[in-house]
């Protein structure tokens, strides 16, 4: 009779048990931010009332009316609506934020490995550089590129220019552009056979080292398939592209391609900035190599070249990925700071001027933090999958 | 064979045996002293050598035009534009710095009126009686600090800074605030308040309830997904609407709203991961002893895992101290704004005026950050001595 009332479950209070007080936690919490969300939009509804703001998405076929800098879809102030302007700002952000990457990476793995460097004052230098960025706000020094460089760049009478065909000068830089004319699609074609050819070429000879342990110049074909064979179709079509040279006249530069000094401050800083945190990712990476994986590829007979790339970097870039594709989302971020140069991205043409035009801010920074959001969790996916690709498979 | 042959040899010429002394070998090249240094740090093969040079000339066209902008050329003293304004006789001119004496004080306070700019002073004082008790590791009850630091100063400061007739202290509107009283007032109540909520948040997302984990990881992925400035938008045009119209917190307020959760989210992660490096026995450990979760959580596991996550801490700390510059975006002046108002000030108008106000912000924000990251290195050097025992 007693062992049957000691094996059965513990009688306490419904107060302490865990699950019940669990559950009991977790309602109060949900009707708590019920109730704070509940009371934010009827405020809200309130508040836009009182000060007759409109709501609702239908801003977004309306008339924009204002112009912008630079655009890279067709765009005008009067035919232009909201919506337009919006993705002629995403665009501007995934411009500067693409070329961002690529450059903050070759100067992110050139510091980083130069900070490792034997030579005593290249290592010196590279670290004077990571602190000295580091330490510094970004927004900081991206006005002092802005603000006390290139607007101390001479004015339009005064530009430096070379050869009378590239100019610049603190209304931005000016540059030939080239024109196509037809049978460039040739050209493309070609790009494109090249990048294909060079993987199935890439397949196939790593196919064949395994079965046959012979190596072929993957990097030279690919080379040639990727430069050569459109350079060739360039020739066979008979040069279709002639360069629309920018003109200098007494008040402004016509024709060309224009990079506004905007752009070209935003990039600086941002490239310079990650940068540096960039160099510190490759550096951290690169040491957690340990020393022994080096030796024992000396000791196999790998030479420096080969030790680096079969041994020291592939495991290195396990360590570099996540923190990278941390910095990465860092600077696309952080290209939002372009509301204070004046460079026309996402934040400063819709949180900036649409926003102040229709007044309807939570629709506005909402679909702003969308987007971000949105670019935040793809690249996140995409790069976990790549991290689970490269990652080390244990037993 | 090989030996008899050998053996025959010498048998034959008897003139093997040297018998003249040979001359010393020279002796080796350096490989320590400061030849042997340069040698293996600079000189170490021909492409090291290039480099070595390239750097050297590199430096050469950096070094001396920057020493010659700060000091060289450099207006020390003035009493306006003028002073700083290449002329006949200086036809370069250096760094303006006298730009920077004439503002120093609009730089430190603001527009905080000049009678009651002893507050701050005393706000000063006190923030750095707290910061030096609490990051000098050995200092006495640093318990008792941590509550003057988080708790007594925000409170003393508050009725400080903003006034209180009551005490006789005449009331301060937040909209004359203004440089670095700004910057540290908004990285400070940023720090205050992004450790507890950060370390809330972080055990939120590790709970075993569902609903408390759901929303402790979307408030931290959607602050950490989106940017710093689109969440000071949120604050300072989405908050006003959010809330009664009476209580429509003021601008201040709001960045100060934006910042904490903004630096929120990121402690959180931080913490997280100081959690995760927690083995799993300590927790086992602590709930077999029969504490509570929050016993367990106060007395076993925060204590480890919040001293493994200290250089963290301080770099997130790094992170929010020169983000504050982006308060300005809601129309604050904070040290780096009150910069740029000065800049273009007329009064001051002159070639060398903007990059003179740009450097001496660089060095603030430079002392302070590196200030901080050292102190985050040593810390970390200080932990990886006790696990390397």
Same mark, same amino acid.
């Given at each position: 009779m007693s062992i049957a009332q000691e094996s059965g479950p513990p009688k306490v209070a419904l107060i302490y048990d865990p699950k019940i007080r669990s559950i009991a936690y977790q309602v109060i919490l949900c009707a708590i931010i019920l109730f704070l969300a509940w009371s934010a939009v009827r405020n809200a509804a309130d508040n836009l009332a009182r000060a007759k703001i409109a709501s609702g998405f239908g801003f977004w076929n309306q008339t924009a009316g204002f112009d912008i800098s630079q655009t890279l879809i067709e765009y005008s102030a009067q035919g232009g609506t909201y919506g337009r302007a919006f993705w002629v700002g995403l665009l501007n952000t995934l411009l500067v934020a693409a070329i961002g990457i690529v450059l903050a990476t070759i100067v992110g793995f050139l510091v980083g490995i130069a900070r490792l460097s034997r030579n005593w004052l290249i290592g010196r230098l590279a670290s004077g550089y990571v602190e000295l960025i580091r330490n510094v706000p970004l927004l900081l020094q991206l006005l002092f590129w802005y603000n006390a460089v290139l607007k101390a760049l001479p004015d339009l009478r005064d530009s430096w220019s070379v050869f009378g065909n590239v100019y610049l000068n603190n209304r931005g830089f000016f540059a030939p552009y080239p024109i196509f004319g037809e049978g460039i699609g040739l050209v493309v074609g070609a790009f494109v056979v090249g990048v294909v050819g060079a993987i199935a070429f890439r397949i196939w000879a790593r196919k064949r080292q395994e079965r046959t342990g012979q190596q072929a110049p993957i990097g030279l074909v690919a080379l040639g398939l990727i430069v050569g064979l459109p350079i060739l179709a360039f020739f066979v079509a008979g040069m279709?592209?002639?360069?629309?040279?920018?003109?200098? =006249?007494?008040?402004?530069?016509? =024709?060309?391609?224009?990079?506004?000094?905007?752009?070209?401050?935003?990039?600086?800083?941002?490239?310079?900035?990650?940068?540096?945190?960039?160099?510190?990712?490759?550096?951290?990476?690169?040491?957690?190599?340990?020393?022994?994986?080096?030796?024992?590829?000396?000791?196999? =007979?790998?030479?420096?070249?080969q030790t680096l790339k079969l041994v020291v970097i592939p495991q290195a870039m396990r360590v570099i990925i996540p923190p990278l594709t941390n910095q990465y989302l860092n600077l696309t971020k952080n290209s939002s700071l372009a509301v204070f140069v004046g460079y026309p991205d996402l934040v400063q043409i819709f949180t900036g001027t649409v926003l102040n035009q229709t007044g309807q801010a939570v629709e506005v920074v909402m679909i702003t933090m969308a987007v971000y959001l949105t670019i935040s969790l793809v690249t996140s996916m995409a790069m976990n999958w790549y991290n689970a690709r490269i990652a080390l498979v244990e037993r | 064979m090989a030996v008899t042959t050998q053996d025959s040899k010498i048998m034959r010429h008897e003139g093997y045996v040297r018998g003249t002394q040979v001359d010393a070998l020279p002796a080796p090249v350096a490989l @320590? +002293?400061?030849? +042997?240094?340069?040698?293996?740090?600079?000189? !170490? +093969?021909?492409?090291? @050598?290039?480099?070595?040079?390239?750097?050297?000339l590199l430096l050469i066209w950096i070094v001396p035009p920057i020493l010659d902008f700060l000091f060289i050329h450099a207006v020390w003293s003035g009493a306006d534009r003028e002073a700083c304004l290449p002329t006949a006789e200086h036809p370069e001119?250096?760094?303006?710095? #006298?730009?920077?004496? &004439?503002?120093?004080?609009?730089?430190?306070?603001?527009?905080?009126?000049?009678?009651?700019?002893?507050?701050v002073d005393?706000?000063? #004082?006190?923030? !750095?009686?707290?910061?030096?008790?609490?990051?000098?590791?050995? !200092?006495?009850?640093? &318990?008792?600090? !941590?509550?003057?630091?988080?708790?007594?100063?925000?409170?003393?400061?508050?009725?400080?800074? @903003?006034?209180?007739?009551?005490?006789?202290?005449?009331?301060?509107d937040t909209s004359l605030w203004g440089g670095v009283l700004v910057t540290i007032v908004v990285s400070w109540v940023g720090i205050v308040f992004s450790l507890p909520i950060g370390i809330l948040l972080a055990l939120g997302r590790r709970s075993n309830m569902p609903a408390v984990k759901l929303f402790s990881v979307i408030f931290i992925e959607f602050v950490r997904g989106v940017p710093l400035i689109t969440v000071l938008f949120m604050a300072s045009v989405m908050l006003p609407l959010f809330v009664p119209d009476a209580y429509s917190p003021d601008k201040l307020l709001r960045a100060l709203i934006g910042i904490a959760m903004f630096a929120s989210a990121y402690m959180a992660e931080v913490v997280r991961a100081g959690l995760q490096a927690i083995p799993k026995g300590q927790y086992e450990g602590a709930m077999a002893v029969g504490l509570g979760y929050w016993q367990m959580m106060y007395l076993i596991i925060l204590p480890q895992a919040l001293k493994i996550t200290i250089p963290n801490i301080v770099n997130t700390y790094i992170g929010l101290f020169k983000d504050t510059t982006l308060v300005v975006i809601v129309g604050i002046f904070d040290f780096l704004r009150t910069v740029e108002v000065s800049r273009i000030d007329p009064k001051w108008a002159a070639p060398t005026t903007s990059a003179t106000g740009y450097v001496f912000a660089a060095i603030f924000y430079f002392i302070f950050c590196y200030a901080m990251s050292r102190y985050a290195k040593n810390v970390e050097a200080r932990l990886g001595k006790a696990d390397r025992r």
């Open positions: 279709p592209a002639t360069l629309e040279y920018p003109e200098k =006249g007494r008040f402004n530069i016509r =024709g060309g391609m224009e990079i506004l000094p905007e752009f070209v401050a935003l990039l600086i800083g941002l490239v310079l900035y990650t940068g540096a945190f960039i160099a510190e990712v490759v550096r951290a990476g690169i040491m957690a190599v340990s020393k022994g994986q080096t030796e024992a590829a000396g000791a196999l =007979g790998l030479r420096t070249g | @320590t +002293g400061v030849i +042997g240094w340069m040698r293996a740090s600079l000189f !170490a +093969g021909p492409l090291n @050598t290039i480099l070595t040079i390239l750097t050297i001119v250096g760094a303006c710095w #006298a730009f920077v004496r &004439d503002r120093f004080s609009y730089f430190i306070y603001g527009s905080y009126p000049i009678p009651e700019r002893w507050r005393i706000f000063f #004082a006190m923030l !750095a009686i707290g910061i030096f008790w609490l990051l000098w590791l050995e !200092a006495p009850r640093r &318990d008792l600090g !941590a509550l003057y630091f988080f708790v007594v100063v925000p409170i003393v400061a508050y009725i400080l800074l @903003t006034g209180s007739p009551l005490i006789g202290l005449r009331n301060v």
